[in-house]
Every structure is written in C-alpha cells, then in structure tokens.
C-alpha cells in the first residue's frame, strides 16, 4: 500500500486541515488532549453536548460521516478520505466516540436493510449528531453467545410486541432510538429464529437502568421491554433472518472498536520520556525500553492491519472477520500498558504532586475501563474462535446446541 497522498488526497487534506482549524471547539482543545479511555468528561461542560454541537457543524460543513452517500447525510467520500479526515480532526475527533456505534454499526445495518423512505428519514439526523442510537444485542443469560437471546417478538396484526432485556447497552441512558435483535420463533436452531428490529428507544415500555461501574462512570445500561409494540415498517431483513442482518453489524462492530480503540502506547511512551526512576529517566532503562519496543510493534501491527481493513472497504467489500484481530490486540494491550504504568510509578503513584496525579489518574482510569473493552463487541475468547476458524481456517468449536431447537436446549442444569 502506498501511504503517500495522491494529488486529490493532498487536495482533500487541505481543505480538510483549513476547516477544522477555522471551526473546531479550541477552547476544548487541550482537555481533549489529555482525554484517554475511561476518563473522557470535560471540566464545566457537557461532552454530550459539545460532541452534538461539533457534529451538527461538521454536517452543516459536508463534514460528517464522510463515506455514506449524500442523500443519507454523508459526503460520498473514499474510505482514504475518511482516513485523512481522522488524521487531521486530531484531538477533536475524541468527541466522535459518542456516535461510533451509529455511525459506526446501526447506520450500515440500516443503509443495507431499511427502506429507502426509512433511510431517508432517520439516517440525517444520525449523521447529524442530532440523533444517537445504540445497539441491543447483549443479554444476561447469553453472555457473548448473541445467538442465545431470549427477548422476544409476538406478531400481533401490523405490530410487534417485544418483551426482554438487553445489559451492557452501551450510550442507552442517552440514545434516541436503537436497533434490537429478538426471537421470533424458538422452534428451530437458535441462529434461524431472530428478527432485527429499530425503534424509539422513548417508546412506551421501554425502561433504561444505567450500570455503575469500577470507575464510577456508568456508560453500559441494563434495558427492559415490556410489551413494547414495533410496527413492522421497523424490521431490518426478513423474519427470521436476523442473524445475517446481524453479522452486518457485528463486522461493522469489531472493524469500528479495533480501529477506534486506545492501545495507551503513545501515552506511556510520553510518560516514560518524563518518569525519573531511582537510577535515573524511565526512558533509558533497557527493560523499560524493551517493553516499549514490543508495543511500539504491536501499535504498528494494529495500525496497518486497520489500514488493510480500509482498503477492502474501499473496493466494495464487507468488513471481514480479520477485523477481529485489532479488536482482541487493542483490548488486552491497553491493559497490559495501564498496569505497567501503574507499576513503573510504586508507591509514589499515590504521594506525588498534582501534575504526576493527573497522570497515574489517567492510567487508573485506563486499567478500570479496561476489562469493558474485552468484552464489548465479543470478549477475548470469541475474538480467537473467529480468528482462528474464519481467517486461518481451523476445525470449528464444538458447538453442542448448535442445531437444537432453542426451546429444547437445557437452560439449567445437565441434559
């Protein structure tokens, strides 16, 4: 691949550059700086409505959600554009993490599934950042087994009923609409009975409980249906064939987190180059240097495999499986990095001064994050069945209830 911008990228990169730097919120601009996973709140401001603002000014601009098509409020862009325009928002582009999973998951999934007047409809306002939306997959008995969900859907008339629950609903305490996979018939194998389904996330019955978590924030929801009516224009694909349209999302899902996901190298690194230890800077110490090397390489390997994801994108294809490794690589290292930063400072982590707390704060904030990465988008060890069966091709898990009627497989316990 070559890296060098063409006479068009460079063209768009201009242009670009001279925009955001004639627009951007500045007065956020070093907190932004100095935002990382885990801790992302700006001092005296709302985040959600500064993103909102600076999303709703990118799309006035023809700046928001480059590559969508015009008439579904992007740009028409290359995915190289997409690229470019990422490098240059910098810090700025922090504020997009509130959008990524409708811009990055219910907006494909709708653009492949949804009617054209639906598109039409909602799509503008979600690349707007007028709107946010979140995805229901997750439930408490399923786990990473998104196939074993038990939130289901009645036809009745025009309409749909859905009762269930959905947990580690990610932005739901402040979506506006969401789309939700269900069973529709738990007589067949457990991948053959969903439909996908958008709705309000304000309809009547419909009941959001934030979670807290390790670090005080609340980002995931627990989210309760009770017969919540659906109207059939909201299916996405075909009754009974949710699954497909879920592997839409779920590509489009590991491709957006392993992309979008801090490894914290390039803040160790930073820190290391300040850090004095008893014998003197970190930077200089063989075995510090030794650790930064190795993820000095795997920051570059997340880099160019995302970079190669990019340019399958941009012939047209769906994004793939191989996806799958920036999501597991990302997850793991950001901790394997938040703890050894936290090492590095002992006990002084906690007695030093304002300055060196900020910085141990934001390792802490890394490493209590941390664990939600793993397991968002598919934990670790589904992130290695994928790779290893779809990518390198290896025999598959043994999947015992894989052919089973759903209501026939035991839900407690032996069979």
């Given at each position: 691949?070559?890296?060098?911008?063409?006479?068009?990228?460079?063209?768009?990169?201009?242009?670009?550059?001279?925009?955001?730097?004639?627009?951007?919120?500045?007065?956020?601009?070093?907190?932004?700086?100095?935002?990382?996973?885990?801790?992302?709140?700006?001092?005296?401001?709302?985040?959600?409505?500064?993103?909102?603002?600076?999303?709703?000014?990118?799309?006035?601009?023809?700046?928001?959600?480059?590559?969508?098509?015009?008439?579904?409020?992007?740009?028409?862009?290359?995915?190289?554009?997409?690229?470019?325009?990422?490098?240059?928002?910098?810090?700025?582009?922090?504020?997009?993490?509130?959008?990524?999973?409708?811009?990055?998951?219910?907006?494909?999934?709708?653009?492949?599934?949804?009617?054209?007047?639906?598109?039409?409809?909602?799509?503008?306002?979600?690349?707007?950042?007028?709107?946010?939306?979140?995805?229901?997959?997750?439930?408490?008995?399923?786990?990473?087994?998104?196939?074993?969900?038990?939130?289901?859907?009645?036809?009745?008339?025009?309409?749909?009923?859905?009762?269930?629950?959905?947990?580690?609903?990610?932005?739901?305490?402040?979506?506006?609409?969401?789309?939700?996979?269900?069973?529709?018939?738990?007589?067949?194998?457990?991948?053959?009975?969903?439909?996908?389904?958008?709705?309000?996330?304000?309809?009547?019955?419909?009941?959001?409980?934030?979670?807290?978590?390790?670090?005080?924030?609340?980002?995931?929801?627990?989210?309760?249906?009770?017969?919540?009516?659906?109207?059939?224009?909201?299916?996405?694909?075909?009754?009974?064939?949710?699954?497909?349209?879920?592997?839409?999302?779920?590509?489009?899902?590991?491709?957006?987190?392993?992309?979008?996901?801090?490894?914290?190298?390039?803040?160790?690194?930073?820190?290391?180059?300040?850090?004095?230890?008893?014998?003197?800077?970190?930077?200089?110490?063989?075995?510090?240097?030794?650790?930064?090397?190795?993820?000095?390489?795997?920051?570059?390997?997340?880099?160019?495999?995302?970079?190669?994801?990019?340019?399958?994108?941009?012939?047209?294809?769906?994004?793939?499986?191989?996806?799958?490794?920036?999501?597991?690589?990302?997850?793991?290292?950001?901790?394997?990095?938040?703890?050894?930063?936290?090492?590095?400072?002992?006990?002084?982590?906690?007695?030093?001064?304002?300055e060196d707390a900020e910085v141990a704060g934001k390792f802490q904030a890394m490493l209590l994050r941390a664990p939600g990465?793993?397991?968002?988008?598919?934990?670790?060890?589904?992130?290695?069945?994928?790779?290893?069966?779809?990518?390198?091709?290896?025999?598959?898990?043994?999947?015992?209830?894989?052919?089973?009627?759903?209501?026939?497989?035991?839900?407690?316990?032996?069979?």
């Amino acid at each position: 691949m070559n890296f060098d911008d063409t006479p068009q990228e460079a063209a768009f990169r201009a242009e670009a550059k001279a925009w955001i730097a004639a627009n951007a919120p500045k007065q956020y601009e070093e907190e932004l700086r100095k935002t990382s996973l885990g801790r992302s709140g700006l001092k005296g401001a709302d985040i959600l409505q500064v993103a909102k603002a600076w999303q709703k000014k990118k799309a006035d601009a023809g700046w928001a959600c480059l590559h969508w098509p015009k008439e579904y409020g992007g740009r028409g862009s290359s995915p190289i554009e997409r690229v470019i325009w990422q490098q240059e928002e910098g810090p700025f582009g922090k504020l997009s993490g509130i959008f990524i999973i409708g811009h990055g998951m219910c907006g494909p999934t709708m653009m492949a599934f949804a009617g054209e007047e639906e598109k039409r409809k909602y799509l503008p306002p979600l690349a707007s950042g007028e709107k946010v939306w979140c995805q229901l997959f997750s439930e408490p008995a399923g786990g990473s087994d998104v196939a074993g969900l038990r939130t289901r859907a009645e036809k009745k008339g025009d309409d749909w009923i859905i009762n269930g629950q959905k947990i580690w609903t990610s932005g739901a305490h402040y979506s506006d609409y969401g789309i939700l996979l269900t069973r529709t018939d738990p007589n067949v194998a457990k991948h053959k009975g969903l439909t996908m389904f958008f709705l309000d996330m304000k309809s009547p019955g419909v009941e959001v409980r934030p979670i807290k978590q390790a670090s005080g924030h609340s980002d995931f929801n627990e989210v309760y249906f009770t017969d919540v009516k659906i109207p059939d224009s909201q299916r996405l694909g075909a009754v009974n064939d949710g699954w497909n349209v879920s592997l839409t999302t779920l590509m489009n899902e590991r491709m957006s987190i392993g992309a979008g996901v801090s490894t914290g190298f390039p803040e160790l690194f930073e820190f290391c180059n300040s850090l004095m230890l008893d014998d003197g800077p970190a930077i200089e110490d063989r075995n510090v240097r030794s650790k930064l090397a190795n993820w000095a390489v795997k920051a570059s390997g997340l880099k160019y495999t995302s970079m190669r994801a990019i340019s399958a994108l941009s012939k047209g294809d769906r994004p793939g499986p191989e996806n799958s490794i920036g999501k597991l690589v990302a997850g793991s290292m950001i901790q394997e990095v938040a703890m050894y930063a936290l090492d590095l400072q002992g006990a002084a982590g906690a007695l030093s001064g304002p300055e060196d707390a900020e910085v141990a704060g934001k390792f802490q904030a890394m490493l209590l994050r941390a664990p939600g990465t793993r397991v968002e988008g598919g934990t670790d060890e589904i992130m290695r069945n994928i790779i290893a069966e779809r990518v390198l091709g290896l025999p598959g898990d043994i999947r015992v209830d894989k052919d089973v009627p759903f209501n026939k497989i035991p839900t407690k316990g032996r069979a």
